[in-house]
């Protein structure tokens, strides 16, 4: 029994066992889907089921001259097939009397050939020539079918077998599961979207409703589809569900859909336009969004001018390959996405344009500080560069200087015209993450009421664009603690790169965006860098749908400087940028006794390792001359002890004790 049970075994794991079985079925399952689909058309030829499934589809989705007009069809054909039945009951006895006239006219128009032919030769034997000439083709033809009748009947099943099984198979009524490997790998990957390819991929997206709904159609689903048109590096077309399918159950299966349209994830994009019940597909030609798009208008048009007011900046292309142009008048903005997926170079792209318009003042912190923003020195009044504490600081009272801009211009009198102020925080998440605690025992970052870079950030969201003050964040990885609600919902513009889930990229868009379609947690992280999904009023958002994805365009460092360049020279020359705030001299002592902790002494190499950890900046290229020197210009000089050099506590210790007894000595 186990010896037999193996061998059963390892006969259905064979690769060749499932060749079979995959072929076995795959045929059989064309020669049903054949049947059932001549099946379909007969009943459908025959009754008004069509026209009732159309009239109802068109009602659902609203379309009330569309439900007349298919009720004036079916009206139309209920009559014309009563007209044909009410033909057959008198049928017969239209046929005899055609029977009788029409065997009369044939034997009198015989016998008057028959009759010319006989005077023409002069025997009147060939007046029955042409009749009998009919009675032997008569003859012939029934010896032939005599002949033929047999092999026609035996291979008439089989015809009809082969006929119902190329009809399957044009149906592709066969699963996925079922085909040859090498076509279950490729499909037809690239091959022109047609209405069949996309009702068959809607019918086997794992929808029941869906499925049964579209096998009683009598056109087999093309009723659901609007005209399939171009658009862009793809195709377009609107799917209106049957009764009992929600556009969210299709949503979720985007995945999948994709698969059965032979596409990958990221080349389907399913949102959900005004009409009821509606899903719109945009399917991109095979590879498509694989391909680069151009440069950016500023680098290759040097002429090219920016107007804050009525301006948009040439941010890149839709997935129809339209430009994409971005207006920042009176518009809070904000981008997020992952770490290194271009969220500054697409922050920056919009910077640079609208450094172009003479009248608008930037101020810019950076709290990545490498440089991504230097160009900017010169061109922004403000110009932070770099991640500690300080630079936090730093960026909030920039931003706090923005708020008290905001209040001077808000009591202004009426009428006054401003000039546009840009506040941009780049990785801004820092700000909000930082620990500091001011003097006033006020933390710089957080989430809190307390917090001063919220509380200014919000004091801008709430009245800054009415006098053109708006600011500009960019953020990585998007939480409750580094973006916090009101702040993010504060911006008009709302901007999201790749993202890991779509919890973020609800936290980044919105509810509305991501119900709506978008999708910036599908896209694929380190393949489309720079493609952003954008939500919120200054670009144009096809109707219906709340969101559109834009692939930006890049503009390498090398550019940037040069645009900034121009723009520098359209302002008639540089302007003076203020950089971080000045910051107080070291105070070698007392870090030295604060590396030194509880420790009586310690070796001098370790101490300058720890200072160096302590404030790269200052201590990282001191040497041991540099340490012994301090030491000793405070009274503490290192000794040696065990063979090496150490520094005492108590000797430093002693030190800052008489310092602070005689503060006019330098330290």
Request: proline letters at 4%.
């Amino acid at each position: 029994m186990t010896v037999a049970y193996r061998v059963v075994a390892s006969a259905v794991r064979d690769e060749r066992t499932r060749t079979v079985a995959r072929f076995t079925a795959r045929h059989t399952l064309y020669l049903a889907g054949g049947v059932r689909v001549v099946a379909r058309r007969a009943w459908s030829a025959r009754t008004a089921a069509r026209y009732e499934r159309a009239m109802e589809a068109a009602q659902a989705a609203g379309l009330h001259e569309q439900a007349m007009a298919w009720e004036e069809r079916g009206r139309a054909f209920r009559a014309a097939r009563h007209q044909r039945r009410m033909d057959l009951l008198s049928a017969p006895a239209k046929l005899a009397r055609g029977l009788v006239v029409g065997g009369a006219a044939g034997a009198g128009v015989l016998l008057a050939l028959g009759g010319t032919l006989a005077w023409a030769t002069g025997q009147w034997a060939d007046v029955l020539t042409p009749t009998l000439a009919v009675i032997h083709l008569v003859h012939w033809t029934a010896i032939v079918i005599g002949i033929v009748w047999g092999p026609v009947v035996a291979a008439a099943p089989w015809l009809a077998l082969t006929c119902l099984w190329a009809i399957g198979r044009r149906a592709h009524t066969a699963p996925a599961w079922a085909l040859p490997a090498a076509q279950r790998a490729t499909g037809d990957a690239g091959a022109p979207i047609t209405p069949s390819i996309v009702v068959t991929a809607l019918r086997d997206v794992g929808i029941p409703t869906l499925r049964k709904a579209i096998k009683e159609m009598g056109d087999h689903g093309a009723q659901m589809l609007s005209p399939i048109v171009i658009a862009g590096c793809g195709v377009e077309v609107d799917v209106t569900l049957p009764s009992g399918v929600s556009t969210e159950e299709v949503q979720k299966r985007r995945k999948k859909l994709a698969e059965n349209l032979n596409r990958h994830e990221h080349e389907v994009f399913i949102t959900i336009p005004t009409a009821a019940r509606t899903v719109r597909l945009w399917i991109a030609d095979s590879g498509a969004l694989d391909e680069p798009i151009g440069p950016s208008p500023l680098a290759i048009d040097p002429q090219i001018t920016a107007d804050y007011k009525s301006g948009r900046a040439p941010w890149g292309q839709d997935l129809r390959g339209d430009a994409a142009a971005l207006s920042v008048h009176q518009r809070h903005l904000l981008i997020t996405g992952l770490s290194n997926q271009g969220k500054t170079a697409s922050l920056r792209a919009v910077a640079l344009w609208l450094a172009l318009d003479p009248t608008v003042e930037f101020r810019i912190a950076d709290l990545k500080g490498v440089g991504d923003w230097s160009m900017f020195d010169g061109l922004a009044t403000t110009l932070i560069e770099g991640p500690t504490d300080d630079h936090v600081i730093d960026a909030t009272e920039m931003v706090e200087g923005l708020v008290a801009e905001m209040e001077r211009r808000i009591l202004a009198p009426r009428g006054t015209a401003f000039a546009p102020l840009v506040g941009i925080v780049d990785e801004a998440q820092v700000a909000f993450m930082c620990p500091a605690i001011g003097e006033d025992k006020r933390p710089y970052g957080g989430t809190k009421a307390t917090s001063r870079y919220f509380n200014a950030v919000r004091k801008i969201h709430n009245q800054g664009r009415a006098v053109s003050v708006t600011l500009w964040q960019g953020t990585q990885d998007p939480t409750n603690d580094n973006l916090p609600k009101l702040v993010r919902e504060g911006a008009h513009i709302r901007a999201s790169l790749v993202l890991g889930t779509e919890e973020q990229g609800r936290m980044a868009l919105g509810d509305k965006a991501i119900d709506g379609g978008a999708a910036p947690h599908k896209l694929r992280q380190g393949l489309d860098k720079g493609t952003v999904v954008v939500a919120g009023d200054g670009i144009k958002v096809p109707n219906g749908q709340s969101s559109i994805t834009v692939r930006t365009h890049f503009i390498d460092d090398t550019a940037a400087e040069e645009i900034a360049t121009r723009a520098k020279e359209r302002r008639g020359g540089l302007v003076t940028t203020a950089t971080t705030a000045a910051a107080e001299p070291a105070d070698h002592l007392a870090d030295i006794a604060a590396v030194l902790g509880d420790a009586k002494r310690m070796r001098t190499d370790q101490v300058r390792q720890r200072l160096a950890e302590r404030d790269p900046d200052e201590y990282r290229a001191w040497t041991a001359q540099q340490l012994a020197a301090a030491l000793e210009a405070a009274g503490a000089d290192a000794y040696k002890s065990g063979g090496v050099m150490v520094v005492s506590r108590e000797r430093v210790h002693q030190a800052l004790a008489a310092r602070d007894e005689n503060p006019t000595e330098s330290h």
